[in-house]
Nanobody, 118 residues
Framework: VQLQASGGGLVQPGGSLRLSCKASGSIFSINGMGWYRQAPGKQREAVAAITSGGSTNYAESVKGRFFISRDNAKNTVYLQMNSLKSEDTAVYYC?????????????WGQGTQVTVSS
């Protein structure tokens, strides 16, 4: 099982980016999916999460600006990031609880860099 994240890049303050993360491999079902981020010199923090049923949760710092969604048919989770700020600069990682039929485990994507700068 692999998670492949994409969509990061350089954007000006106030701009938008959309991250994608696709799960592939021997997948029986996917439970919760989410996005985390890690800025230089800081610990990894949770940004947004979505259950298999579509319920969402957000970090206070991104509420109203970031929106998580998923396409279960494509095994893909998205993070729409609007009104980006310099403090959103970080490496963003996707995470998913995946059941391979032999049990469930947490999987992580490789990370995608988001830089917010003028």
């Amino acid at each position: 099982v692999q998670l492949q994240a994409s969509g990061g890049g350089l954007v000006q303050p106030g701009g938008s980016l959309r991250l994608s993360c696709k799960a592939s491999g021997s997948i029986f079902s996917i439970n919760g999916m989410g996005w985390y981020r890690q800025a230089p010199g800081k610990q990894r923090e949770a940004v947004a999460a979505i259950t298999s049923g579509g319920s969402t949760n957000y970090a206070e710092s991104v509420k109203g600006r970031f929106f998580i969604s998923r396409d279960n048919a494509k095994n893909t989770v998205y993070l729409q990031m609007n009104s980006l700020k310099s403090e959103d600069t970080a490496v963003y990682y996707c995470n998913a609880g995946i059941n391979t039929g032999w049990g469930s485990s947490d999987y992580w994507g490789q990370g995608t860099q988001v830089t917010v700068s003028s």
